[in-house]
């Protein structure tokens, strides 16, 4: 504590996680981005997420493969506590007061963008949600 002024923060970074994106595109309404990043005649990048989209059923797209993994790391904010502890105020018989804000999962930093890796499976769940609380704490 410094001033008066309080400051937790807690980060994680779990490490090494590839999620298996194999048809989750399609499950979970992905569409647009599957059209995006798809190898056609106009978009010959081999590295196109989807190698072959159709319309049709298609083997290729349907295969177990490492094709499918993907860099899942990520940096997260998961948890900010900030306080600042009023000064004296004895006159106004306070003994004393504390103002805070307190704030869970505030960002994320990952370069995986169809869903956020910390919810696991498919993409298919309720989206990790942020928390922000605003607080005045008075000892009478």
Do not use: C, H
């Not at 298996?20 to 309404?29: L, P, R, T, Y």
């Amino acid at each position: 504590m410094r001033n008066g002024f309080k400051i937790i923060s807690f980060f994680i970074d779990p490490g090494a996680i590839q999620p298996f994106v194999q048809n989750a595109g399609f499950q979970s309404g992905l569409l647009q981005t599957i059209v995006d990043d798809r190898w056609s005649e106009t978009n010959r990048d081999v590295y196109a997420f989807w190698p072959r989209l159709s319309t049709l059923y298609n083997l290729n797209n349907n295969q177990p493969s490492t094709w499918w993994l993907r860099n899942g790391s990520f940096l997260r904010l998961k948890q900010v506590d900030l306080g600042y502890t009023l000064p004296n105020l004895k006159k106004v018989a306070i003994k004393s007061s504390r103002l805070y804000f307190s704030a869970t999962n505030l960002f994320v930093i990952s370069k995986f963008k169809m869903w956020d890796v910390e919810m696991g499976g498919n993409g298919l769940g309720y989206p990790v949600q942020s928390i922000y609380s605003l607080g005045l704490q008075v000892n009478l």
